[in-house]
């Protein structure tokens, strides 16, 4: 539970330090998608809903109307929904509401041929024939939304315009389109069957006729023997009036079509040759009386009115010979009749007849073949007439359950939805930014961090403290509560660079017993001052006799600290032509206030290039007499990062503090900086971190340890 309550204040810690980032970052997303979102066409969308009846159905036939699986039902719902949005429905709406014009759907020029006529490339033609209609159903595709509603019957057929009112045309027109197809489909199918069947009802039709004749053929072929095995002569009577009849039929067919032709061709004649009728001979008398009469004359007014005559007695042959045929026909008929009543019953009275088993095994494969044939012939003729009334009676499985109304709201942009969405966007990559920033990008968080980044130990983690008096220095707090947090955090971190100050070789005779610490930092205010005094008092707060040298000759600030001001200080010091310069070297000392320490203080900004100062001879000989001198030397040092007095300085140091600044310094600029000393100081020179200023809440670490410190005023 510590644990996580731990993990909850630094992530609170985090965002509070870079509010500022996330704030940025959220106003920006949202302004760019406020932005994007103000200047989108608006899209209006309108929905029609159709509902979709799976089962089969035939009006003819009530009790055929049945209902399939649900596994089934559900298969054909989805069916049907890729079925309304195929392109062969919305090609048809395009042709319906002649979509190839409209300025929306319609026919235009690409973006890319637009942004290149402004560079003075010709506008290309517009597309036609099958290219534009590619280009308008690609519109239509992309503005069309088909889709079940859950597990129901219902499909929503919804459309997205610019025009509300167009949203909804379109909408109800694609409904009516899908189904109007759906019931031709249904018809097609229909005529598509029927016409399979005629033209099997064909073949059966030449099956029947072909199975008959060869039924009464046989018979006819066979009559004498049949005779004989029967012994009935009546038989061969009744096979004879059937060829009689038959002849007969022939006959009287082959002369009522040849009358039928002269009746067509207006030909007396050949009408008068072939009928040879009382009736039509009295009517050719007199027509030729009449004809006889008009050779005579020419142009009176008697030859007129023999030619009325002569008209009115042809169109008398011309209907007499009609009537005639009309007789011939009813003879045919009745012939016709006779011979089939007469060809049933010599069939009868063949298979009641005793025969030899080959001639009835032969008249029953006949008599099957004929019986078979009727059969499959009266079945397709049920079923062609079935098809046929289906075609005409096909209803639609779908039917528009709610047409599309004209929306009054655009559906597209959400300008809300967007914003809050950008909103959430804007502040989670805000969050991300920030967390990047300080773990990878910005500054170190934990001495995990800077151990796993820089390689180097932690010689300790130096909370924040808040000064009640503005006046005083941080420092104070070693002496003025030596039981503090940031005390025994100061004891930390001299305790380990006095274990590595211990362990590393000395660089000057035995004589020079005291061991000299630099103290640095990439940027200025990260609190390398602070921890430079803080180191001293507290080795001098043991009984070391310490040296602290202020040696940020561009900006001194170790006696703002100690308030107190010098007239001669380092540079002087360093500035001296006397040979020997030492001797002014105690007058320089000022003594701490709150401890024995020793401090040489900055009294002025250097006005010439510092590293010329730090590289003489002079600051040499300055730091071998205070190894004699002292025990403990501290050496608040420039920043690494703007001046490179530090990288001259490190050579006379027997260690190096490097204060790193929590959740502030660039993670960067502390690996280059630490390299770059590294390689001036040597491997040897050991190098340890210090995280100044982390962030720590009072109450949370007094949880643990609050019995073991104890906070001065």
Not at 21 to 43: D, E, K, N, S
Not at 608 to 631: G, M
Not at 683 to 704: A, F, H, N
Request: charged share 20%.
């Amino acid at each position: 539970m510590e644990d996580s309550e731990i993990d909850i204040r630094s992530i609170l810690g985090l965002l509070r330090r870079r509010l500022t980032l996330i704030i940025a970052t959220t106003v920006l997303v949202v302004g760019a998608a406020a932005t994007i979102a103000f200047t989108l066409t608006p899209l209006y969308s309108a929905s029609a809903l159709v509902m979709v009846d799976p089962s089969a159905k035939n009006i003819l036939d009530d009790s055929a109307m049945s209902g399939a699986s649900a596994a089934a039902d559900n298969a054909r719902i989805d069916s049907e929904v890729e079925l309304a949005r195929s392109d062969n429905i919305l090609i048809k709406v395009i042709q319906r509401e002649q979509l190839l014009s409209d300025k929306e759907f319609g026919v235009s020029i690409g973006l890319t041929a637009r942004l290149l006529s402004f560079l003075g490339v010709p506008i290309p033609d517009l597309p036609t024939g099958e290219e534009a209609l590619n280009q308008s159903l690609g519109k239509l595709r992309n503005a069309v939304s088909v889709q079940r509603r859950g597990l129901t019957y219902l499909i929503s057929i919804q459309v997205r315009s610019e025009d509300p009112q167009k949203a909804a045309r379109l909408a109800n027109a694609l409904a009516e389109v899908y189904i109007q197809d759906q019931l031709s489909s249904k018809v097609s199918s229909a005529m598509a069957s029927l016409s399979v069947i005629q033209s099997r009802l064909e073949q059966a039709r030449g099956a029947i006729v072909s199975s008959e004749t060869s039924y009464d053929q046989f018979i006819a072929d066979n009559i004498e023997a049949i005779t004989r095995d029967s012994g009935r002569s009546d038989l061969a009577n009744m096979q004879s009036q059937i060829a009689a009849l038959e002849d007969a039929r022939q006959q009287s067919s082959s002369l009522a079509s040849s009358v039928q032709s002269a009746i067509a061709d207006n030909d007396i004649n050949a009408i008068v040759a072939n009928l040879q009728s009382d009736a039509v001979s009295a009517l050719e008398a007199q027509r030729e009386r009449i004809q006889q009469d008009l050779s005579g004359q020419s142009g009176t007014a008697a030859d007129v009115d023999l030619q009325a005559e002569l008209s009115r007695i042809e169109q008398s042959i011309l209907e007499t010979a009609s009537s005639e045929v009309s007789d011939l026909q009813d003879e045919i008929q009745q012939a016709q009749d006779q011979a089939a009543t007469l060809r049933q019953t010599l069939r009868s009275e063949v298979i009641g007849s005793e025969l030899s088993a080959d001639t009835l095994t032969q008249i029953f494969q006949l008599q099957q073949n004929a019986e078979l044939a009727r059969r499959q012939y009266q079945t397709l003729l049920s079923r062609a007439q079935d098809l046929e009334a289906q075609a005409n009676l096909q209803m639609a499985d779908s039917r528009i359950a709610s047409t599309a109304l004209t929306p009054n709201n655009a559906s597209f942009p959400n300008t809300r939805l967007i914003l809050v969405l950008a909103a959430l966007a804007g502040l989670g990559l805000g969050v991300a930014l920030a967390f990047l920033y300080e773990n990878l990008i910005g500054g170190f968080i934990s001495d995990e961090q800077v151990a796993n980044v820089l390689k180097r130990p932690v010689a300790a983690v130096v909370p924040r403290q808040q000064n009640k008096a503005e006046s005083k220095s941080l420092a104070d707090l070693v002496v003025t509560a030596p039981l503090s947090i940031f005390a025994e955090a100061i004891r930390r971190a001299r305790a380990a660079l006095d274990q590595d100050i211990g362990r590393s070789a000395s660089r000057g005779a035995p004589e020079e017993r005291g061991r000299v610490l630099m103290v640095t930092s990439t940027n200025p205010n990260e609190g390398k001052t602070t921890l430079a005094l803080a180191i001293a008092r507290s080795a001098a707060m043991s009984g070391q006799a310490v040296l602290l040298i202020d040696c940020d000759l561009r900006k001194p600030s170790v006696h703002r600290h100690l308030s107190v001001e010098s007239d001669t200080g380092l540079q002087e010091l360093l500035q001296s032509d006397e040979a020997d310069f030492m001797k002014s070297f105690p007058k320089i000392l000022v003594r701490d206030p709150l401890s024995t320490a020793s401090i040489i203080v900055g009294s002025r900004r250097s006005n010439v290039p510092t590293d010329q100062l730090l590289a003489n001879p002079n600051f040499q000989r300055l730091i071998k007499a205070a190894r004699r001198s002292f025990d403990y030397i501290v050496l608040d040092t420039p920043p690494v990062g703007p001046v490179v007095d530090g990288l001259y300085i490190c050579r006379h140091s027997d260690a190096i503090a490097y204060v790193v600044k929590w959740a502030s310094t660039a993670q960067s600029d502390v690996k280059k900086n630490i390299a770059a000393l590294a390689k001036a100081a040597g491997e040897d020179t050991p190098l340890m971190v210090t995280l100044s200023q982390q962030e720590q809440s009072r109450s949370e670490y007094y949880k643990k340890y609050g019995g073991y410190y104890s906070y001065g005023d």
